[in-house]
């Protein structure tokens, strides 16, 4: 049992509270449709209906994209439901191929629609309009559109309506609109948190919203704010009203629940996982059901103590369904619609081919019969024949899934006998592997089958029976074991029950496998290269490979050898980085990422091991020459060291505890220092100044912008400088003049990055992404990304393309892909919790590092795959920096620095004494200097701590530190201060 957490209500109040939702459920409404996202506005998930005990898929529905919206199910069992692609159906009862009207939106849908008792359905888009359509008037192509909202920002919460029809909706900005029927406006309120969770509405009338920054608030039916309640993180699911209470569960998976009077807290629940979406219904009996983000579904008692917890197979962001029975309904990222007691035993899964996101919808299905004897086999018709007709018994459940599909579970009368989950394992071996063919059998009424045949290359094989129940309730496993003669088998399975129904699986035609394969032919390597093949002293060079296996058996691995400058043996490297996608016909391509710290030139080689350790070698004699590595023109050319960002420097820091010089400039310095191949130093202020010195701390020259410069600058080619101001501009200055100027439509506090052929890439508070020609400011192309751009790009260079990674306040990651050969697209790679400022930093293998203000660090694969987070104790705006033995880096406004392994797991952190906004510079030798800001101590700090998180020395200034330290020729470290000066810090003419 889970703890209750805080109980912070007297239990009389509590039991109250228990006795009143008995009496509730008694008089709740006798509407069976389901007309929103968790049925109604109350958010409740509860419908007055029983959902099937024995499941049937009995229809399904193609759209043209993932359905990630959940189902509308209207009093007639029309089923409205959008996709991606912004294709909006109404279909039929029975999802036959021909929807009963369509219309093409223009614009992803997520949110799920809102269906009014007079038949109007509201339906939100991404691209932030609200429409409405009359449903009773709309025919085939023919959709009347009433009206058309368009709100500020994107639209992908669920609408829901007010007691007298008026709708709400809340966009991703923060906005909350009220129209009435007519589309005018009622009234809006504005939230600085943005909306990532639907609104719900009270029995009075009270509108509840919670924001990204984790506040709920209760709005009156005039837009009044009636009361706050922080919980302390964001919120991604909807609330939940009941009675006279509000349910919120936030992002780091705890439960509040609130007294809809006056917002004070009831109780709280802590699961220890995180809500990434899941948002709680509400039984009968005032139980509370909800999902999480590792896969637990708990079910909590009315008064905040655990019930009992279920764990499913994946993530769920899908809110449950409640029927009268209190039978329970929840999606899965594991591709299974899941169906549980209320005692929290498992019912049925129903597995489709797409993870489910969606929420289901439970709702009336209109009784369908044809002519073929109520789904009776009699041998001539087909699977889909038989698993398409037929009567059904009470409501139905609706969901849909990402491989496209809107399906409709049931409860068959007289059902035929169905096969599911048919295999063979393994699907490859020699004439010696035993090979065993499984599949579910299920027939209602229960009987045993007279046929239980698996065919296999045309032979039938009778197959016995190996567990009861082992895919749910009367679906039994039957197998079949064999071995199998040298080549490509095929198979599939026929079953007849004892009234004479049968049933084959697939429906025609085969399963391809199991492949018996001869003696063993070793891995086959083509098309090795590195890219670039020259670079300079610090940067990353990939090699990849493309690689085959004869026999098609697994590859098991692929290595690198590597050998160069500084090496006394060649180093292996085991290549992990699998790129997905094929080049050619069955060829794979595997790269790695290295930082080479020698110059000179390298060569190399690739190895495969297959499963039966066949070794394959590319070249198959000598080796490859390259690559190149060439000195470092500039030390530090940029913020973050490198186009990369991973903060590591080829030079060593310094070796003594001196200050050399201290220039002062006419306001505090944020931005983070960059120093030219001549050496000089280059720094904004907040004066709107940049400054520039020589490295023996000489004014050499300043140059004045419009606003404050909180950019780092990047230095290029004879010493031009890059940097943008808050007055709009991004800048190029040589010498003090200016080369050029370009505006942009917000602040530019990105700092620039240089990309490949002479691309500048700077993000901007206009939420755009922009790519400008560094000889004449030209704009070659932006992308709008639709959220304030603070962080620093961060690029990764592949043969075809950079890809350029960066954070935005809305919480993501987006990958940004610049073609060589023209082209840009863009990709929404992960979500996080809270805002990002971090700038994201890539590793050697291609993964993204980065923190956000949800208080984690985190690492994503190039495939935007979650590899690991790290949790601290706040928001985390400091960048990562990674060693070169894959280290992460990373400070807290907790105090804390953290350094992690390359899995995610604890090195060591070491408490600083106040917040780090700034990020970490890394040395040749494993050393960190970091700064700290200035909010319980004297001032601000420069820390250097060595490779294990011991204090070697610190600096203290008379203000924050929150630049970023540069590391430069000579063991000298650079950094700002809010104290208004640059700071030369080190040597080595003193080494002990």
């Given amino acids: 049992m889970g703890s209750p957490g805080r109980r912070l209500a007297p239990l009389g109040l509590l039991l109250i509270s228990f006795v009143l939702s008995v009496s509730w459920a008694s008089a709740a409404s006798t509407d069976v449709a389901w007309r929103m996202l968790q049925r109604d506005s109350q958010r409740s998930g509860l419908v007055d209906g029983v959902g099937p005990v024995i499941p049937d898929v009995l229809f399904e529905f193609e759209t043209a994209y993932w359905v990630r919206s959940s189902c509308v199910v209207a009093p007639d069992g029309s089923v409205l439901v959008g996709s991606y692609m912004g294709m909006f159906y109404c279909l039929e009862p029975d999802l036959r191929t021909t929807p009963r009207w369509w219309v093409d939106l223009g614009s992803d849908i997520e949110g799920t629609p809102c269906l009014a008792p007079e038949g109007i359905v509201y339906v939100p888009t991404m691209d932030g309009r609200l429409i409405c359509i009359d449903t009773n008037t709309s025919s085939g192509s023919l959709v009347e559109i009433k009206w058309t909202y368009q709100g500020p920002a994107s639209l992908k919460t669920s609408p829901c309506l007010m007691p007298d029809g008026a709708v709400v909706a809340t966009f991703s900005d923060g906005t909350l609109v009220v129209l009435e029927r007519d589309g005018n406006v009622r009234w809006t309120f504005s939230s600085q948190g943005g909306f990532e969770a639907s609104p719900a509405i009270a029995h009075d009338g009270t509108v509840i919203v ?15 704010v009636r009361w706050t309640y922080d919980t302390l993180s964001t919120v991604l699911s909807s609330p939940t009203t009941h009675l006279d209470m509000v349910y919120v569960v936030s992002y780091d998976g705890v439960v509040h629940a609130l007294s809809l009077a006056d917002g004070s807290p009831i ?24 999902g999480t983000q590792e896969g637990t ?41 899941y169906c549980l007691d209320r005692e929290g035993d498992l019912l049925w899964t129903e597995r489709t081919r797409g993870k489910i996101t969606s929420s289901p919808a439970i709702g009336p299905a209109e009784p369908f019969v044809d002519g073929n004897g109520n789904g009776v086999c009699d041998g001539d018709e087909t699977f889909e024949d038989v698993n398409f007709n037929g009567q059904w018994d009470g409501n139905c459940v609706y969901v849909g899934s990402w491989d496209r599909t809107v399906i409709v579970v049931g409860q068959k009368i007289d059902a035929v006998p169905r096969l599911s989950d048919g295999y063979v394992s393994p699907e490859e071996g020699d004439v010696s592997t035993v090979f065993t063919f499984s599949v579910g059998y299920f027939s209602d009424p229960s009987s045993e089958p007279k046929t239980t045949w698996v065919v296999i290359d045309g032979s039938p094989y009778d197959m016995a029976l190996y567990r009861e129940d082992y895919y749910g309730p009367g679906i039994d496993e039957y197998r079949f074991e064999t ?31 199991p492949s018996v394969k001869p003696d063993n032919r070793p891995p086959i390597l083509l098309a090795g290269f590195v890219s670039p093949a020259s670079a300079t002293l610090g940067s990353t060079f990939t090699f990849t490979v493309d690689v085959t296996d004869p026999d098609t058996d697994v590859i098991t691995g692929v290595y690198l050898v590597l050998n160069g400058p500084g090496m006394t043996e060649p180093a292996v490297y085991l290549v992990q980085d699998f790129v997905a996608s094929t080049t050619h016909d069955g060829y794979y391509t595997f790269r790695k990422g290295l930082v080479l710290d020698h110059v000179g030139e390298y060569e190399y080689l690739f190895g495969a091991i297959d499963s039966r350790d066949g070794v394959g070698v590319l070249p198959p004699e000598g080796w490859y020459h390259g690559p190149t590595v060439t000195p470092c023109t500039s030390p530090w050319p940029m913020y973050r060291q490198n186009r990369n960002h991973t903060g590591l420097s080829v030079l060593e820091g310094p070796y003594i505890y001196t200050l050399r010089w201290a220039g002062r400039t006419g306001g505090g310095i944020v931005s983070s220092p960059c120093i030219g191949a001549s050496g000089n130093i280059y720094v904004g202020s907040l004066d709107g100044s940049l400054y520039a010195y020589s490295r023996d701390g000489v004014p050499l020259w300043s140059y004045a912008t419009g606003d404050k410069i909180a950019s780092s600058p990047a230095v290029g080619y004879e010493d031009v400088v890059y940097f943008g101001s808050d007055d709009g501009y991004l800048y190029a200055v040589r010498d003090g003049t200016l080369m050029w100027r370009t505006q942009m439509d917000g602040k530019v506090r990105s700092s620039p990055v240089m990309g490949t052929g002479g691309a500048i890439y700077v993000g901007c508070n206009d939420g755009r992404l922009y790519a400008l020609d560094k000889d004449t400011g030209a704009v070659q192309w932006r992308y709008n990304i639709g959220a304030w751009i603070n962080s620093s790009p961060a690029v990764w260079r592949l043969p075809d393309r950079d890809i350029i990674y960066v954070t935005a306040m809305d919480g ?32 050697p293998d291609g993964t993204i590092y980065f923190g956000s203000n949800d208080g984690n660090i985190y690492a994503i694969d190039p495939e935007g795959n979650l590899q690991w987070s790290y949790p601290t104790n706040s928001w985390v705006r400091s960048s990562p920096a990674i060693d070169k033995d894959g280290n992460v880096y990373a400070g807290s406004l907790d105090h804390h620095l953290y350094c992690l392994d390359s899995e995610g797991e604890l090195n060591w952190m070491v408490d600083l004494g106040d917040q780090i906004i700034g990020s970490c510079a890394l040395d040749a030798r494993g050393y960190v200097y970091v700064g700290t800001n200035y909010t319980t101590t004297e001032g601000g700090k420069e820390f250097c701590l060595d490779r294990e998180g011991n204090i070697e020395w610190v600096f203290q200034t008379s203000d924050a530190v929150n630049s970023s330290p540069a590391i430069g020729d000579g063991n000298m470290v650079y950094f700002g201060s809010l104290d208004w000066n640059l700071y030369a810090f080190g040597g080595r003419d003193e080494q002990a």
Wanted: overall charge negative; charged content about 15%.
């Fill in 210 to 224: 919670a924001d990204g920054e984790g506040r709920v608030t209760a709005l009156s039916r005039q837009g009044s």
């Fill in 267 to 290: 109780w709280t629940f802590k699961t220890g996982y995180l809500n990434t979406g899941s948002s709680p219904a509400v039984d009968s009996d005032g139980t509370l059901y909800f």
């Fill in 297 to 337: 579904f708990f079910a909590l008692w009315p008064y905040g103590a655990e019930k009992w917890r279920f764990t499913a197979a994946g993530e769920i962001q899908s809110s449950p369904a409640v029927d009268a029975d209190g039978k329970v309904y929840f999606g899965c990222s594991d591709y299974c619609l």
């Fill in 483 to 513: 071995q199998l003669p040298v080549g490509n088998h095929n198979f599939y399975f026929a079953f007849c029950d004892a009234d004479g129904d049968s049933v084959r699986l697939p429906t025609d035609g085969s399963i391809d496998g």
């Fill in 812 to 843: 993501n990651l987006y990958a940004v892909h610049n073609l060589d050969a023209g082209g840009v697209y863009c990709l929404k790679m992960f979500h996080t919790g809270h805002w990002i400022t971090s700038s994201p930093c890539v590793g």
